[in-house]
């Protein structure tokens, strides 16, 4: 089946402007999570959603990031007024949700973003 | 949040076993015991999870010490695309859980 996908998978913007990055995770997966990975760091992440309950923004790093997951499949993570700290590989991954591999998290290829 | 101490790096063999070991002594009753790896240039790929049994999988197995404070991923015969970063992480329960990779461990296979 298929796997997470996102797009684009490259996106260079400058400074200042607004990107949408898309995320299209596994069907029947209720868990969607978005991470953002700078070169050679980490994992960090941003947000959560499960179900229809009201998501997990406790990560995100300031309020020119939002996201949303409309009909509890496909989401949508905006960043408007990028700055050049925001440059990283944005990554979407998804999980079941509940039960004993609940937690097992899927992840899509990422969007490497490049803000000029 | 209880935390997870690996070493920073590993080499081995080809067609060799590799022990990753993980140290986390603070973990509690409800933490599982999750590992992923991160291949160069790709996102992070779930390898195997377990709460208290040893646990085997196509891909790997887990060893969890009886008092839970290590557990030891097993790949039973390196090969060179099993070359990435290993993150050993713990997770409150069985779903809702972010994921915080802290360095990890970066295992090089050698032909």
């Known amino acids: 089946g298929a796997g997470v996908s996102q797009s684009p998978s490259n996106k260079v913007t400058e400074k200042g402007k607004d990107v949408e990055l898309r995320c299209d995770p596994i069907?029947?997966?209720?868990?969607l999570y978005w991470y953002r990975q700078s070169l050679g760091q980490g994992l960090e992440f941003l947000i959560y959603?499960?179900?229809?309950?009201?998501?997990?923004k406790s990560g995100l790093p300031s309020d020119r990031f939002s996201a949303e997951r409309t009909g509890g499949s496909v989401s949508t993570l905006t960043i408007q007024r990028t700055q050049q700290e925001d440059s990283a590989v944005y990554l979407c991954?998804?999980?079941?949700?509940?039960?004993?591999?609940?937690?097992?998290?899927?992840f899509g290829p990422g969007t490497r973003l490049t803000v000029l | 949040d209880a935390k997870t101490t690996q070493p920073n790096s590993m080499e081995s063999n080809e067609e060799e076993p590799v022990h990753l070991p993980c140290n986390h002594s603070?973990?509690?009753?409800?933490?599982?015991i999750h590992w992923y790896r991160q291949l160069p240039s790709q996102g992070p790929e779930y390898v195997i999870h377990?709460?208290?049994s040893n646990v085997n999988n196509r891909m790997a197995s887990l060893a969890i010490a009886e008092d839970r404070k290590s557990s030891t991923l097993i790949l039973h015969r390196a090969t060179l695309r099993d070359a990435a970063v290993y993150y050993c992480?713990?997770?409150?329960?069985?779903?809702?859980?972010?994921?915080?990779f802290g360095g990890g461990t970066r295992l090089m296979v050698k032909p």
């Open positions: 991954a998804s999980s079941l949700g509940w039960g004993l591999v609940g937690n097992e998290q899927f």
């Open positions: 959603f499960q179900g229809n309950s009201a998501p997990d």
């Open positions: 603070t973990i509690s009753g409800t933490d599982y």
């Open positions: 992480i713990l997770l409150f329960g069985n779903a809702g859980n972010m994921l915080t």
């Open positions: 069907s029947g997966h209720t868990a």
């Open positions: 377990g709460l208290t």
